[in-house]
């Protein structure tokens, strides 16, 4: 049996007509062991996953499947992520070969849940050939400097870091085979890396995850809500803090906090340390900027222990806030950025917990952390964008009424479009279709963004990522810079706009739309093959 690296499990038991892969649960240990080639394990239970072939109906709102006889599925290569089980034959998917299909007896079967909503296998294999030459043009890149220059010493950072970006969304998905493999590579680029101040710094957030006591007014509110039956655990590492329920387990909370510090050094690698300059700091503190709080469901207990344990108040959207799944909040103090969650059944806290950090990175990179940035196209541009960069999904966006923000789960359109195309190619083309030029997008409040909007904010966040170097990151710290006179804020962040790119008698913000609208067009992983034609 293989074992899925992060647990990826879908938010919820609806299942909307655009579902493709699906998780088959067996009736007990014995029936499952029939099929134990076929199994990996997700939240320790070995589950047959894949696309449903025969006998399974995803319907909305709910999966059907034959009380009797076989169902199949197509199933993936764990060792093989470039392989499709199927081909397409006109709009029909045929088998490639008897091995891509797996046979199930109905009567072995109790459930069929949904693993990723809005993926299939054709698209995970498009996206993992983008991933690999993408690596390779980064290679390239880097070996055309001198060997051990600092040119090549920081391309080859980046390097790693997009190595080991490959192996988490491997692991996430449902290659661990694959992503196992992957290991040697990674240790043998690692080796030639000679600055020893970046891996102690990459080390460092790691080493520094502990448990601490469970503080004691936090004791006193549990006592005082629930007569001490919620018992709450507390770790931290060098940039986060979790504070969770027991029925979370102290393990996967610490693989949390080790996965955000992944996020967190990967982020430095991509995006600070081939700038760093006099006008180019580093942004991101050597101490706790986030905070996660995993607590009950009811919403009466949400409700009394953000205002008696934390002290904070909901405002005027208090009811839709309490019964959302979590919402966001800014404090005076480090760590300035909480994210308020339920711990709900079956919830994606590797997906909630990537979505979140990206928001935070945004907002410390930025902003340095200011209270004042009011951009939510970029937090949720770089929230998707580290989603599918680690996990290959996002199954969290936010909603916001006014403000706070509110989490929900995410509910993409236009189902029958997505069972075709890969959802990297979803949002490309939403972006691309409907998406508003970005001086108009970044004047949007949270709670007028819809769903071409989010698309537009990822993809015009990856464009930057992936193509306009040092002048993208500084277009976007000035943006943020002006975004704080609301009144001027275009005409400063216009002005601040043309100096970066040296601009004169043309219409900057047009400019680099029609950039990002080529490398949407052309350039962008999307997980398209016929783009590549």
Same mark, same amino acid.
């Not at 067996?26 to 029939?34: G, R, S």
């Not at 499709?84 to 008897?98: C, H, I, L, M």
């Given at each position: 049996? $293989?074992?899925?690296?992060?647990?990826?499990?879908?938010?919820?038991?609806?299942?909307?007509?655009?579902?493709?892969?699906?998780?088959?649960?067996?009736?007990?240990?014995?029936?499952?062991?029939?099929? $134990?080639?076929?199994? %990996?394990?997700?939240?320790?239970?070995?589950?047959?996953?894949?696309?449903?072939?025969?006998?399974?109906?995803?319907?909305?709102?709910?999966?059907?499947?034959?009380?009797?006889?076989?169902?199949?599925?197509?199933?993936?290569?764990?060792?093989?992520?470039?392989?499709?089980?199927?081909?397409?034959?006109?709009?029909?998917?045929?088998?490639?070969?008897?091995?891509?299909?797996?046979?199930?007896?109905?009567?072995?079967?109790?459930?069929?849940?949904?693993?990723?909503?809005?993926?299939?296998?054709?698209?995970?294999?498009? &996206?993992?050939?983008?991933?690999?030459?993408?690596?390779?043009?980064?290679?390239?890149?880097?070996?055309?400097?001198?060997?051990?220059?600092?040119?090549?010493?920081?391309?080859?950072?980046?390097? %790693?870091?997009?190595?080991?970006?490959? *192996?988490?969304?491997?692991?996430?998905?449902?290659?661990?085979?694959?992503?196992?493999?992957?290991?040697?590579?990674?240790?043998? *680029?690692?080796?030639?890396?000679?600055?020893?101040?970046?891996?102690?710094?990459?080390?460092?957030?790691?080493?520094?995850?502990?448990?601490?006591?469970?503080?004691?007014?936090?004791?006193?509110?549990?006592?005082?809500?629930?007569?001490?039956?919620?018992?709450?655990?507390?770790?931290?590492?060098?940039?986060?803090?979790?504070?969770?329920?027991?029925?979370?387990?102290?393990?996967?909370?610490?693989?949390?906090?080790?996965?955000?510090?992944?996020?967190?050094?990967?982020?430095?690698?991509?995006?600070?340390?081939?700038?760093?300059?006099?006008?180019?700091?580093?942004?991101?503190?050597?101490?706790?900027?986030?905070?996660?709080?995993?607590?009950?469901?009811?919403?009466? &207990?949400?409700?009394?222990?953000?205002?008696?344990?934390?002290?904070?108040?909901?405002?005027?959207?208090?009811?839709?806030?309490?019964?959302?799944?979590?919402?966001?909040?800014?404090?005076?103090?480090?760590?300035?950025?909480?994210?308020?969650?339920?711990?709900?059944?079956?919830?994606?806290?590797?997906?909630?917990?990537?979505?979140?950090?990206?928001?935070?990175?945004?907002?410390?990179?930025? &902003?340095?952390?200011?209270?004042?940035?009011?951009?939510?196209?970029?937090?949720?541009?770089?929230?998707?964008?580290?989603?599918?960069?680690?996990?290959?999904?996002?199954?969290?966006?936010?909603?916001?009424?006014?403000?706070?923000?509110?989490?929900?789960?995410?509910?993409? *359109?236009?189902?029958?479009?997505?069972?075709?195309?890969?959802?990297?190619?979803?949002?490309?083309?939403?972006?691309?279709?409907?998406?508003?030029?970005?001086?108009?997008?970044?004047?949007?409040?949270?709670?007028?963004?819809?769903?071409?909007?989010?698309?537009?904010?990822?993809?015009?966040?990856?464009?930057?990522?992936?193509?306009?170097?040092?002048?993208?990151?500084?277009?976007?710290?000035?943006?943020?810079?002006?975004? $704080?006179?609301?009144?001027?804020?275009?005409? &400063?962040?216009?002005?601040?706009?043309?100096?970066?790119?040296?601009?004169?008698? *043309?219409?900057?913000?047009?400019?680099?739309?029609?950039?990002?609208?080529?490398?949407?067009?052309?350039?962008?992983?999307?997980?398209?093959?016929?783009?590549?034609?």
């Amino acid at each position: 049996m $293989r074992m899925l690296f992060i647990l990826a499990v879908a938010i919820g038991l609806a299942c909307p007509a655009s579902a493709q892969i699906v998780t088959v649960h067996f009736k007990d240990a014995k029936a499952a062991a029939k099929y $134990r080639k076929l199994t %990996v394990e997700v939240a320790g239970e070995a589950v047959l996953v894949g696309e449903p072939k025969y006998g399974v109906s995803l319907g909305e709102g709910k999966i059907t499947w034959l009380s009797s006889g076989t169902l199949q599925f197509y199933v993936a290569d764990p060792q093989d992520p470039s392989r499709v089980p199927y081909k397409f034959e006109g709009d029909q998917r045929v088998p490639a070969s008897p091995k891509g299909v797996a046979e199930v007896s109905a009567t072995h079967v109790a459930k069929v849940g949904v693993l990723m909503r809005d993926e299939n296998l054709y698209g995970l294999a498009q &996206d993992y050939r983008g991933r690999l030459a993408r690596i390779d043009e980064l290679t390239r890149e880097r070996d055309a400097h001198p060997k051990a220059s600092r040119e090549w010493f920081l391309l080859h950072h980046r390097l %790693v870091s997009r190595y080991e970006s490959l *192996q988490t969304w491997l692991a996430s998905t449902l290659y661990p085979d694959a992503a196992k493999k992957l290991q040697k590579e990674i240790d043998r *680029q690692s080796k030639t890396v000679a600055a020893e101040a970046l891996e102690l710094r990459a080390s460092k957030g790691k080493e520094a995850i502990r448990v601490l006591p469970t503080p004691p007014e936090l004791i006193e509110a549990s006592q005082a809500i629930s007569g001490g039956k919620h018992v709450f655990g507390v770790q931290e590492s060098e940039h986060l803090r979790i504070v969770h329920l027991d029925t979370l387990p102290a393990e996967r909370v610490s693989a949390l906090l080790e996965f955000g510090e992944d996020i967190i050094e990967g982020f430095r690698r991509e995006f600070v340390d081939p700038y760093v300059g006099p006008d180019y700091e580093d942004h991101i503190p050597d101490r706790l900027f986030a905070e996660w709080w995993f607590g009950p469901a009811d919403n009466s &207990d949400h409700d009394r222990y953000y205002t008696q344990y934390y002290g904070l108040a909901w405002g005027d959207r208090k009811k839709e806030l309490v019964e959302s799944d979590g919402t966001g909040a800014r404090r005076p103090m480090p760590p300035e950025n909480l994210h308020y969650c339920k711990l709900i059944e079956d919830v994606d806290v590797e997906g909630w917990f990537a979505h979140q950090l990206g928001h935070d990175l945004a907002q410390v990179h930025f &902003d340095k952390n200011r209270a004042g940035m009011q951009l939510p196209w970029l937090k949720e541009g770089v929230g998707y964008y580290l989603s599918l960069e680690y996990l290959g999904r996002n199954n969290v966006t936010c909603k916001g009424f006014e403000k706070p923000a509110k989490y929900v789960h995410q509910k993409m *359109q236009e189902g029958e479009r997505l069972a075709r195309l890969g959802l990297r190619d979803f949002y490309n083309s939403l972006a691309l279709e409907e998406g508003r030029p970005i001086d108009m997008l970044a004047i949007r409040d949270l709670y007028e963004m819809d769903d071409a909007d989010l698309a537009k904010s990822w993809s015009f966040f990856d464009f930057v990522a992936h193509r306009e170097g040092k002048p993208g990151q500084l277009f976007l710290r000035a943006m943020c810079q002006a975004a $704080r006179e609301r009144a001027s804020f275009v005409k &400063d962040w216009r002005e601040k706009a043309e100096e970066i790119y040296e601009v004169d008698g *043309q219409d900057v913000f047009k400019l680099i739309d029609e950039r990002w609208r080529k490398f949407a067009e052309t350039g962008q992983e999307t997980g398209d093959a016929r783009r590549s034609r």
